[in-house]
């Protein structure tokens, strides 16, 4: 089992990145809006929320990401998403893509079988 974690730059692409890992056997992503030190630095200190006051306001709105968590079985799993990412995003070595970052795991429970009720 491996742990994949995405950082995607571009919220536009999430649903994308989502069919295409899909399609590759990808499932039960969590998906959680995030923003670095670096872009937050350079936009101000201004924190995304929930509910975008400051852009109600007509004020500056902090650029966020999209972080997508996932178990996947192998380390083909892996590299079919990663592959799948930058077909959609361009190499992840580029600006303003991205990052993908995985790792094996030791320990895993807690994750439905397939076809198991439930997911």
């Known amino acids: 089992m491996y742990a994949l974690l995405f950082v995607l730059d571009d919220p ?9 890992w899909s399609e590759i056997g990808v499932r039960g992503v969590t998906i959680m809006e ?3 030190w670096q872009r937050r630095r350079i936009q101000g200190s201004l924190l995304g929320a929930r509910f975008d006051f ?3 306001a007509g004020g500056a709105r902090l650029e966020n990401h999209m972080t997508l968590f996932v178990v996947v079985e192998n380390r083909r799993i ?5 592959e799948a990412a ?3 995003v361009g190499d992840l070595d580029g600006p303003n893509t991205g990052i993908l970052v995985a ?3 030791e320990i895993v429970k807690g994750l439905p079988v397939e076809g ?4």
């Open 34 to 36: 995030s923003t670095g």
């Open 78 to 82: 892996v590299q079919a998403a990663l």
């Open 116 to 119: 198991q009720e439930g997911e």
């Open 54 to 56: 400051a852009a109600l």
């Open 86 to 88: 930058e077909a959609i």
């Open 12 to 20: 536009d692409h999430l649903d994308a990145i989502l069919t295409s």
């Open 103 to 105: 790792w094996p795991i």
